[in-house]
């Protein structure tokens, strides 16, 4: 009899209460990036229930996306990260509102973007003019907006933290992020950050070596951005 009574979000409800949960039909998010961070976003806002989800990345699976995308397996190399994020969307929570944008975000196109029509914005994307926009337009909107800094070359997700960008430190993108929204007025960001100290792969001759990564801290860095994003909307619902 207890088996027949459950939802899909029966225990999620048996944490925020039925109302609460039923408000995330509501909401719409948008995830920059559908990589090791953001596909993790994107599978944690799916099983909670979010009513839509615009998923906006250029890219498509790759081989050596195996080893920490959620949305990579043999069967998606090849399409559009848009395209196998949305089907795993739809896999888990039929009812979500899925768009797939299948472009790269930037600075030059950026009013291409309604970032207005969103509940939250989450920045997993390693473009940093991209994310410099993405903070500056969603202050000036009053849209909520987490970001990703580095996750790559890093070994320890316990080291993980969420922070405001000016009380950040070690990471190399944060400390570009914090100089460039500084000089452009952007007063604070909520962040995902580690101060763990990057592990340096060896160096290719004459190459600028690709960063490293593991399936444990980019997931956890987008499940911990998840989890933000989805205690606000229930806050303030």
Known sequence: MQEAMETQLSRLELIYGSEKVASLADKRVAVFGAGGVGGYIIEALARSGIGAIDIIDSDKVALSNLNRQIIAVRDTIGMMKTEAAKKRVMSISSGCAVTGIPKFYSPENEEEF????????????????????????????????????????KIHPEMLEIADIYQTSVCPLARVMRRELKKRGVKKLKVVYSREEIKKPPHSEGKKPLPGSTAFVPSCAGLIMASVIINELLSAG
């Open 114 to 153: 309604d970032l207005s029509a969103y509940d939250y914005v989450a920045d997993a994307i390693d473009y940093v003019p991209g994310k410099i926009s993405l903070a500056v337009r969603c202050q000036q909107l009053g849209v909520p907006v987490i970001s990703a800094m580095g996750a790559g070359n």
